[in-house]
Structures are given as C-alpha cells and as structure tokens.
C-alpha cells in the first residue's frame, strides 16, 4: 500500500485543494492510505465521509513558524505513519517543504517540489519582474517592506488598487485611508512584506497543469472563471481552448522550469490581452474537476512518484465541459473534534498492523 | 455572484419587404470558436462566454459565422423578416455592433461596411 500525505483540507468559503487532490488520487489508485495534514481542527476534510476522506489526520504548527517545528512534527507522525509521498496544497508550506526534502528523501519520503530559484521567482514580489524578461502582461506592483515605507507609498498610490498578502490575502482599496489599514491588516496577519497591485478588471482565467522541472509542461487545463465568490474564487468553470492562453503558460513554466503543480491566474482586460495575476505553487481548489472529465493531474504526479514508465494517457480538457461547485454539511460529532484537538490526530482507517495487534 | 447571461437583439420582427440588391462587402468574421445549441444559445469555445440569443440573433450570427457576405445577410434578413432594406440594413449594423462590443466578431483586415448596399 501507498501511503500519501496531503494537507489543504478545508473546504470552506475559501477552500483548499487537498480534498480535491484526494478525490482524484482515490479515483485512479485503490491501494492507497490518505495521512491528511491540517493546521487547525475545525478544517472541514478532517471529518469528511466522502470519496476526499482522509486516512487519518495530523495536526501540524502553521507554516509560518518555520521548518524546524514541522520536522519535529513530522517525526512524531513518522512514528505512527509510514509515508511514502507528500503533497503539500498550501502555498505558505511550499519554502518549508524545500528546506526539509533532503531530510524526508533520506527518510524514503519523496516530493516534487519547484527549486528555491523557481519558488522566488514565480512570488508575488518577483512576477511582475519575471513576466517582463518574457514578455508577459502584468499588473504593476510594488513592494513595501515596512510601516515606514507605507505611509509614503500611500500617498503615491494611484487608486484604485489591490494591497495583497506574500502568501494570502488580497483587498481592493480605493483611497488613502482605506490603503493603511488594510495594508496594516494584511501585514498582521500574514507579515511583512504586502505587495501593492495594479487593479485590473475583466473576465478571469485559470489555469492549472504540471511542470517537469526541465521547462514543458505535462498537461494543461484552462477555464474561464464562470461563479466568483465574494473572496475571488472559482465556485464554478468552463474549460476553454485558447491558444493564447496555453502559449502564455508554456512560456512561463519554461522560464521557471517549473517542478510539480501549478495554477495561472490571468485575467482578460477589455481589449482581450491576457495579464498574469498570480502563480500558485500547488493545484488548484478545482483540480478534480479535469481528473473527473479524465485529465487526472494528481495521478500523473502520483505516477511520477511511482516511476511509471508508461504513464496513463491524460485526456485534453475540452472546451465546453464545466463545473459548479456545490456545497455541503459534514456531519460530525464534537467526540471527533475533541479527539483531534486533544490529540492531534484523528484516524477514521485505523492501519493493518494495529488490527492484526488487536 | 451569478453573472448574468446576456441576451441578444430582439428587433427583427414585423418589418415591410423590400427587394433585396446583391452589392460587394466585406465578409464578417466570427471568432469562428462559435458552438451553438439550437439558434437559441451560443458558447464561444476560446472567450469560455456563452449566450442566450433570440431565434433572430441566432439566424444571423449563425450566417455570419458561416461566412455569409454583409449584403446576402441584409438579403436574408429582409426575406425571412418581411423587413424593409433600409431597416434590414440598420439592423444588421446594429447588430455587429453588439456582436463587435461582445468581441464575438472580429475583422481580419479593414472595418467592415455596410455603404453602397
């Protein structure tokens, strides 16, 4: 049996992809243990029954408090779980998960990860510098490191414009005073720096694919952003077929020579022109969207991890096939929220060897 | 949150006949990426935008992407509405203009022209 862990469990108004990814992966493979990895016990995976349902679930510390406390972390799961791959689904992981893969590699466990290169250079405070060496439209941004800085930024600024999070996080403000205290907001919680954007409007694009490491891309799936929640996210989309588009993202996982997953966010300005938003380094919330119309992305990258020499063919995502994301109640008992909280851990499939035990 | 989806012109009904004259225009382009769903409903396949149209956009926007000249599209309107040629000809303009804004049609050269029809 395959053991994969995978975190991004949350399926709420904001939702993350890890659910996605474990719908897909169950899909293509049966002999497979799911370890999901969540921050907070009140994520919504935890007590999912669905086909997205993990294993067992581990509680981590936040990312942001470094790789050293997710390794100690990781020990003591690797005492309980025998992982074979991880699948990080969370941006803020991606600079942690780097730092430890020669130590999970010594353990056996295997990641496909973009370089520390590629990671700074796709990041919010770098894009706009990257899509001009390759000629790519983007929004104008600015980076401001501190509080100094933002007060004379403020005054400068021409409004309206986005203010966003390193990581997450993102509000349009329209005027000075509204400009310091969402910047002071966003830095609060996710630290410094913010980065300021040019407000761009029109129609939003998606794209998520997989990256080899030697600049091609594996496969790509574009869709027009059809249902946009009031936080920006996909809550329904409709696969395009646009040249322009997959041409763009080619060029951009080229110069990145990008490794494992990635989402393009472009949106279309009035004139039509296609401006690069944002790159993520993970699949998308909507990822098994393409593995249920037969592009399944987290089996292929499954099958890398597993040294498949010929690789189940992916279908192209046609134009026309489309999604509508559609919410649901997990019901739990608060025994199982007292379990993970007190524990920090929840097993719903308890392993072979603890049953032949008993 | 729902987007709302467009509808189409409605203006090509109860018109006067008039004889159609056959002149040289420029053929409009669809963005040829059109797909429709009976003449009442059009998804283009590259934009990822889709329509509902009025039995009457759909006639037209089904001739233009088949390649039918300017001045055969104002012929067939005015035959198949009972339409007079002046009217025919404004709502043909009227109606690549809509189309133009909707970036649904596009011109591969020079701006079309519907003077001389």
Redesign the interface.
């Given at each position: 049996m395959t053991v994969v862990a995978i975190s991004g469990l949350h399926r709420g108004e904001n939702p993350q992809p890890g659910a996605s990814v474990i719908a897909s992966l169950k899909r293509s493979f049966k002999d497979i243990r799911i370890v999901g990895l969540s921050y907070d016990s009140l994520e919504s995976g935890i007590y999912n029954h669905d086909e997205s349902r993990p294993d067992a679930s581990y509680l981590l510390p936040f990312p942001m408090i470094g790789p050293d406390a997710l390794w100690e972390r990781l020990k003591e799961i690797l005492d309980k779980e025998k992982i074979d791959f991880m699948i990080p689904c969370l941006d803020s992981e991606i600079s942690n998960m780097i730092s430890l893969e020669p130590k999970l590699n010594k353990l056996g466990i295997k990641c496909i990860l973009p370089t520390e290169k590629s990671l700074k250079n796709h990041s919010k405070q770098n894009l706009y510098k990257l899509c001009k060496k390759i000629d790519v439209s983007a929004p104008e941004t600015k980076v401001i490191n501190n509080a100094w800085e933002l007060e004379s930024y403020a005054n400068e600024a021409t409004y309206p414009v986005y203010i966003k999070g390193k990581f997450y996080g993102a509000e349009l403000v329209t005027w000075k005073q509204d400009f310091i205290r969402a910047a002071n907001d966003i830095s609060q919680l996710w630290g410094w720096p913010i980065i300021t954007q040019e407000a761009i409007f029109g129609?939003e694009?998606d794209i998520t694919g997989l990256g080899d490491g030697e600049g091609n891309v594996i496969q790509l799936c574009s869709?027009?952003k059809?249902?946009?929640?009031?936080k920006g996210k996909a809550?329904g989309g409709?696969?395009?077929?646009?040249?322009e588009l997959d041409e763009l993202a080619r060029r951009i996982i080229k110069e990145l020579r990008w490794n494992g997953p990635f989402e393009l966010e472009f949106i279309?300005k009035p004139n039509?022109k296609p401006t690069l938003l944002e790159i993520n380094p993970r699949f998308p919330a909507w990822i098994d969207f393409p593995s249920q119309i037969g592009c399944n992305l987290p089996a292929r990258l499954m099958e890398r991890f597993l040294d498949v020499e010929e690789p189940t063919p992916l279908r192209d995502c046609s134009?026309?096939q489309m999604f509508i994301r559609h919410s649901v109640d997990v019901v739990g008992d608060i025994k199982d929220l007292a379990d993970i909280a007190r524990n920090g851990e929840r097993v719903n499939s308890p392993l072979i060897k603890e049953l032949d035990i008993a | 949150m729902f987007e709302k989806i467009a509808k189409m012109l409605t203006r090509f009904i109860n018109r006067n006949d008039m004889m159609p004259t056959e002149t040289n225009v420029d053929v409009i382009k669809t963005t040829s990426n059109l797909r429709f769903y009976n003449d009442e409903f059009v998804f283009d396949t590259v934009s990822g935008m889709f329509y509902l149209l009025t039995p009457t956009a759909g006639f037209l926007l089904r001739s233009l992407d088949s390649g039918l000249p300017l001045n055969s599209l104002v012929n067939q309107l005015q035959k198949q509405y009972n339409v007079d040629k002046d009217r025919a000809i404004r709502d043909v303009e009227l109606f690549i203009n809509d189309l133009v804004s909707l970036k649904i049609t596009h011109f591969s050269d020079k701006q079309y022209s519907l003077a001389g029809v």
């Open positions: 129609d694009y869709i027009r059809m249902l946009i929640t009031s809550f409709i696969v395009v077929e646009d040249p279309k039509g134009a026309g | -």
